[in-house]
């Protein structure tokens, strides 16, 4: 049988301070031959001018959708939300009417609802033999499942958001001087994952980071944690500069584990002292805050030059989270320490005098003092045995610190 070139949805048109939406539905094979979705990859970060996704890369949750769809006798599929990228409305009659669809991959992009999706799919390629039969012969007819669809128009959301935006930003950060359909899909996304399920960490800063960048306001959660956009950028120079010491070293994606080194979101965490409360190197701008964690990642680096070789990583400590936790912490402590005469980038010389006392430090895996630390006590007991192993060094600034963290906490205790 031959496809027709096009899908008529019937649909009700809505309007949204000036954003268009359509709600109607789909069979759930006309589906599949239309939805297509914008996953994140690892380079989208390094090179955000190639149109960056804001999905997540995971299969895990299709299979239990369509053994729901096959063996539940009330088998419930919520509407879906995408992003309309082709097609036409003709109205019929005050707001309803027909969404004129071409039948082609991509003409809709899934933002909430792709794990729907991609059961349905599943169980199209049993029906077909692709993969093993989820149900007996006669389940083609749960093709023609109806789902709700709730279709944005992505473009002219882009042009009226294109008009409201401080596009000074969007140029400065993106290099364009318009919002694109991505851009409009991914704030619906973020919102939509933000106030039903957790993003995983890692994203959820990854797309603060892009709709800021877009120069999109007015979402509370990035404004609230705005440091934490404002750092990605930073993190990523660190992760992907061939020159920085920590190049490949902080990973983007992957599971946790004691041997691995430390996640992405949880370094733009670590970060916290010098990004958000540090006034002095938020004065800073962006190149001269990478220049001063490079020099200081470097001096590190030169000091303990096996545990930063990729191939050692897993038998030194220095690169794990609560070691990144209380380093950077010193980091902070070290930038203050070299502002006597106003906000500037420190020295690799001025960092490794402050510094030179940790020579000594063992970082390996079994006999570091710090093996069986784990959590956020673990960074802050790793940040004291620092300022211990400084002070011992010789130096004044970090007993002076010490001195002042152990009054605050005798304070506490009082």
């Known amino acids: ?24 539905k789909l069979k759930a094979r006309d589906l599949l031959d239309l939805w297509d979705v914008k996953k994140f990859k690892d380079e989208h970060l390094q090179h955000p001018s190639i149109s960056p996704g804001y999905q997540r890369e995971t299969e895990n949750r299709a299979n239990k959708i369509a053994t729901y769809v096959v063996e539940c006798e009330i088998p419930l599929i919520p509407s879906i939300l995408v992003s309309l990228r082709k097609g036409e409305f003709e109205e019929l009659e005050r707001d309803y009417g027909f969404l004129r669809i071409p039948r082609e991959k991509g003409a809709i992009y899934v933002i909430d609802g792709q794990h729907r999706c991609m059961g349905f799919d599943l169980l199209k390629r049993s029906i077909e033999g692709e993969r093993k039969p989820l149900l007996q012969a006669g389940g083609e007819s749960l093709l023609d499942y109806e789902v709700p669809v709730t279709f944005i128009d992505a473009r002219k959301a882009a042009d009226l958001a294109t008009e409201k935006i401080d596009k000074s930003i969007l140029e400065r950060e993106l290099g364009r ?76 994606v992957g599971p946790t584990g004691a041997q691995r080194t430390i996640r992405f979101s949880s370094f733009i965490s670590s970060l916290e002292d010098l990004m958000r409360k540090n006034e002095r190197f938020a004065s800073l701008d962006r190149q001269q805050q990478v220049q001063y964690l490079k020099r200081y990642w470097g001096v590190l680096r030169g000091m303990f030059p096996l545990a930063f070789r990729e191939d050692r990583t897993k038998d030194f400590l220095i690169l794990r989270t609560i070691s990144v936790y209380a380093l950077n912490r010193l980091a902070n402590d070290i930038f203050n320490w070299c502002q006597e005469n106003g906000p500037k980038v420190p020295t690799e010389a001025e960092i490794q005098k402050h510094l030179k006392p940790l020579a000594g430090f063992d970082w390996s895996r079994e006999n570091s003092p710090i093996a069986a630390f784990g959590g956020q006590k673990g960074a802050e007991q790793t940040y004291i045995l620092l300022l211990k192993k400084l002070a011992e060094g010789g130096n004044e600034k970090a007993k002076k610190r010490l001195e002042s963290l152990e009054a605050k906490q005798r304070r506490k205790t009082t």
């Open 1 to 24: 049988m031959v496809k027709e070139e096009k899908i008529e949805v019937p649909v009700i048109r809505l309007g949204q301070k000036g954003l268009v939406l359509y709600q109607g």
């Open 177 to 252: 001087d318009k919002l694109r359909e991505e851009d409009v899909e991914r704030v619906f996304f973020f919102i939509t994952n933000k106030t039903q399920k957790s993003l995983q960490a890692t994203l959820k800063d990854v797309n603060m980071y892009f709709i800021a960048s877009a120069g999109i306001k007015g979402i509370p959660i990035i404004e609230e944690q705005r440091w934490r956009a404002d750092t990605v950028p930073i993190v990523r120079d660190l992760r992907y500069d061939p020159d920085s010491p920590l190049y490949g070293l902080i990973r983007i």
